[in-house]
Nanobody, 122 residues
């Protein structure tokens, strides 16, 4: 079992930066690829970013590439999502996820966090 707790969401203006964090507890953190997904009202939960457990290989959705950066600190069992140049369309609940392996698919997510709201005003 892995428990994931997100923090750091909030209300910002367009163009601002924000960092959200996810603290994991339970099974060995480094065994999992970690990802961020987001869900806007009335929409599906979409992939945002993923990072592998070992080598730190990263992947991003086209809509955030170049603006968002995912990173992890295995010693602290924490994964981060640094979001720069935020846009109103980035407004969503952001969910941390522990994945069985490196993927952009929700189908390989073993554990979800409870989500943290990010709101970007224009």
């Amino acid at each position: 079992q892995v428990q994931l707790v997100e923090s750091g969401g909030g209300l910002v203006q367009a163009g601002d930066s924000l960092r959200v964090s996810c603290l994991a507890s339970g099974r060995t953190f480094s065994n999992y690829a970690m990802g961020w997904f987001r869900q806007a009202p009335g929409k599906e939960r979409d992939f945002v970013a993923v990072i592998s457990g070992g080598s730190g290989t990263t992947g991003y959705a086209a809509s955030v590439k170049g603006r968002f950066t995912i990173s992890r600190d295995n010693a602290k069992s924490t994964v981060y999502l640094q979001m720069n140049s935020l846009k109103p369309e980035d407004t969503a609940v952001y969910y941390c996820a522990a994945l069985r392996y490196y993927s952009t698919s929700r189908s390989v997510v073993d554990y979800w966090g409870q989500g943290t709201q990010v709101t970007v005003s224009s």
